[in-house]
């Protein structure tokens, strides 16, 4: 009794508990707060780049949902002029897009509309694609040389401006298409691109302001930024190039059956050509 009355003044004396046990019970406690901290911050982590990815997405690229279809396949073919460019639109009508490779002897007449897609070169004496390109999610090029890009993803088309997206595996994933070329119009506004020195025949594939997706191009030479300036006039939201040079082929039929046809159908491309086409319904096309 002398002992526990016995207590200076800078003593502190705990009765009628176990010191190891209190502290094995403060580390269990610590440990389950841990716990619920670190869970907590892998939820709003998880969170944060969700939003994060989905705004990227948006700012990026415009994505123009799947066409409906099911009524006669064709295409809707006009013309116009805006400071002096002469412009040829043409916009498919219930078909579904897609990209092809290889060399097409003869246009099959499944396809309403087509062109050449991405650009093609030679690099250690063999033919390649220039760019990124996915054809139904079998990667058959990973160089990053332009901005621009197009992604069709089960039937959608993603135009965008952006040299890291991850549309580019998200089409290997999906089985999808994709390829690079130069963005023209990003969000109605024109793109800056390195200057050309040379007028040519040019073509884009563009999204107009009601969502529709569409080719424009041209049956007169001029710069790109004289292109891009008039399809920006044209209320074109969205635009990245496509071949255009003479030889490049783009063809439409339209809703009376005429087949329309631009560029050299017969010159003599190496296998890697490609091309974005607009497919008929199986029963129609048979």
């Not at 892998?42 to 123009?64: D, G, H, N, P, Y």
């Not at 809707?76 to 097409?104: C, Q, W, Y």
């Not at 993603?158 to 089409?171: C, K, P, R, W």
């Not at 074109?236 to 050299?264: E, P, Q, T, Y």
């Amino acid at each position: 009794m002398d002992k526990l009355d016995n207590i200076g003044e800078n003593e502190i004396r705990v009765i009628g508990t176990d010191p190891h046990g209190q502290q094995k019970s403060s580390k269990r406690n610590l440990h389950r707060y841990a716990i619920i901290v670190c869970v907590i911050i892998f939820l709003v982590v998880c969170l944060l780049l969700s939003v994060r990815r989905c705004s990227s997405a948006s700012e990026v690229a415009t994505i123009t949902p799947a066409p409906k279809t099911g009524g006669e396949a064709y295409v809707e073919i006009s013309d116009t002029i805006i400071n002096n460019v002469s412009l040829h639109r043409f916009i498919p009508v219930n078909a579904r897009p897609k990209l092809e490779v290889g060399v097409m002897k003869a246009i099959p007449s499944k396809y309403i509309l087509g062109a050449m897609a991405a650009d093609f070169g030679i690099d250690r004496e063999k033919y390649k694609v220039v760019g990124a390109f996915v054809h139904h999610g079998e990667m058959l090029s990973h160089s990053k040389s332009k901005y621009g890009f197009c992604a069709i993803l089960k039937d959608t088309v993603v135009i965008g401006n952006d040299l890291t997206t991850s549309y580019f595996e998200q089409a290997i994933e999906e089985r999808g298409d994709f390829f690079r070329q130069y963005a023209l119009i990003h969000k109605g506004k024109v793109v800056s691109n390195p200057p050309t020195h040379n007028d040519a025949l040019r073509r884009s594939l563009c999204r107009l302001a009601d969502g529709r997706i569409c080719i424009i191009d041209t049956d007169m030479s001029v710069s790109l930024d004289s292109f891009s300036t008039a399809l920006s006039q044209y209320k074109v939201v969205d635009a990245v190039a496509l071949m255009g040079s003479g030889a490049a082929v783009r063809w439409a039929v339209d809703k009376a059956g005429r087949r329309f046809i631009a560029g050299a159908d017969e010159y003599d491309f190496p296998d890697v050509v490609n091309y974005i086409v607009w497919e008929k319904e199986p029963s129609e096309a048979e």
